[in-house]
């Protein structure tokens, strides 16, 4: 079992910064990908970025230049700085970490809460 804890959500005026943080109970090496995923009422769980094994990163498109994804091994850690926010990032933001091996199997952390409101 993997238990994958959240850190850095919060309420930020639109143009901010927030920096989210994931901390993982086993060496983050051995997913095949680990990332963040954003959900808001009504819809369904969407990618916001990943990064696998192998550092290759993938961003939603209405992110891309203004989140960074980012892993430490070392702390067992991945984190997204997301600046120049929007209220539209308003959600709550999940970790995930992926497994493919022995089976394709998701952990999820509890998720954190993203506000950007004026």
């Known amino acids: 079992q993997v238990q994958l804890v959240e850190h850095g959500g919060g309420l930020v005026q639109p143009g901010g910064s927030l920096r989210l943080s994931c901390v993982a109970s086993?060496?983050?090496?051995?997913?095949?990908?680990i990332g963040w995923y954003r959900q808001t009422p009504g819809k369904q769980r969407e990618l916001v970025a990943v990064?696998?094994?192998?550092?290759?990163?993938n961003y939603e498109d209405s992110v891309k230049g203004r989140f960074t994804i980012s892993r430490d091994i070392a702390k067992n850690t991945v984190s997204l700085q997301m600046n120049s926010l929007k209220p539209e990032d308003t959600a709550v933001y999940y970790c995930?970490?992926?497994?493919?091996?022995?089976?394709?199997?998701?952990?999820w952390g509890q998720g954190t809460q993203v506000t950007v409101s004026s």
């Open positions: 990064i696998t094994g192998g550092e290759i990163t």
């Open positions: 086993r060496n983050i090496f051995s997913f095949y990908a």
């Open positions: 995930n970490a992926r497994v493919t091996m022995p089976t394709a199997l998701d952990y």
